[in-house]
């Protein structure tokens, strides 16, 4: 077998240089249909690379093939089966999302600093610039300390450290019900109250490129297949009550809602100034069920035949419905797509995935039609409508499509870092900014800049 030595060019390797075949990549796959073919294409590209360096293949795994279980999506219930199956064989378990792009050569070259008899958890170091919800106001006195890997630069796991980690699986299991923001999750996991291990930051692991040197990069555009989804073709619901209609439709009026082909508000009181319609539900001040299984119900009944999808957001969601259109048109509306960001429950004990409310929910008439049909609904008007959805689409065998560009949070709430290679679709909540400067500072659309960009990625291409 030929070694890299006898490519022109490479740089000879030492003997500890890992062999591609002790690599086992794992891609964070989705098994909706757009999802499964990017995931594919990434797979692909790993194995035509490994090819070219004539070595042996490495073992490439699509995380939706890996476990029917409800909760494969969040690692950690995996582990235990790495250890069984790669431990004898392999030396790292790399995992990256559906579009990062890896370059072989590199990522040999990166981990060959790193002893794989030891144990170690390598990414691109991410950490909070100040206490947010989203991570339970985790090290509040100073959230800088604690590092998090950017799951879009790939991260890797040495096999000690995977077998250590199921060890305590096996001993103890998850505490966390909540599922909320993975990688922050798998780090504290990992970091055991300061008994396990930190993240280790590598440079080479990287979300833009910035020089030769990157092992890993990621794909930062908004998805666009074909067309964008015409506004028509987007019902959108604003859930809202009689107490907000003063100050937080306005706000909704101001930014986004004249985007929209096809919107109303859904309130318990009918304001013809507005107007609202009122679903005669009452409001409560806990979950809104009942408000949102109506609200399905209404669209499916009695909204226009021929709208494929449905958006449901809060009164104090801030979304860009332009964005959206590009988004949807990657997805087949054939299919029963239930689409926003994605939170567990339960997963340890046969839990389900559910998409977070604050940040949008994005329904297919399918999707809506099969759970109609069922004979899943609230269990109370004021329970939270977004885990009773999850749990009824989970026992439809619905799965949840995952997308990063939704967010339940405020942009101060994530990382600088993270925000910089995404092309978000949805922030929430107005409490302690200014609703209407972070809409257009990181929501409005702006046609003539995205021709630009456009126009540049096509130049790009050409030379």
Known sequence: ??????????????????????????????????????????????????????????????????????????????????????SRNSSWIFFCEEDTRIQIVQLLETLRRYDPSKEWFLGKALHDEESTIIHHY?????????????LAAGWALSIPLVNKLTKRLKSESLKSDFTIDLKHEIALYIWDGG??????????????????????SFQSSLPLCGNPVKKEDIFVAVKTCKKFHGDRIPIVKQTWAGQAGHLEYYSDYADNSIPTVDLGIPNTDRGHCGKTFAILERFLNHSHDKIPWLVIVDDDTLISI???????????????????????????TGGYSYVTGGGGMVFSKEAIRRLLASKCRCYSNDAPDDMVLGMCFSGLGIPVTHSPLFHQARPVDYPKDYLSHQVPVSFHKHWNIDP????????????????????????????
């Open 1 to 86: 077998m030929a070694t890299h030595s006898s490519l022109p060019g490479r740089r000879i390797p030492r003997i500890k240089d890992p062999d591609l075949k002790e690599i086992v990549f794992v891609i964070q796959s989705q098994s909706n249909s757009f999802h499964v073919k990017k995931a594919e294409q990434l797979k692909q590209s790993i194995l035509k690379q490994s090819t070219d360096l004539t070595q042996e293949m490495p073992t490439v795994l699509l995380l939706h093939q890996l476990a029917q279980q409800e909760g494969a999506w969040t690692i950690l219930p995996l582990l235990p089966h790495f250890s069984v199956t790669y």
């Open 138 to 150: 985790a090290f509040s006195e100073n959230p800088t300390v604690f590092k998090y890997p950017d």
């Open 195 to 216: 008994d396990g291990l930190p993240l280790t930051p590598v440079p080479e692991f990287c979300t833009d490129i910035v020089g030769s040197s990157c092992a890993t």
């Open 322 to 348: 332009s964005r959206l259109r590009h988004l949807l048109s990657c997805y087949d509306t054939r299919e029963p797509v239930f689409l926003g960001e994605r939170y567990g429950y339960g997963l340890g």
């Open 436 to 463: 209407v400067k972070v809409y257009f500072t990181w929501l409005a659309p702006d046609e003539e800049d995205r021709a630009r960009q456009q126009s540049r990625r096509g130049l790009r291409e050409e030379l």
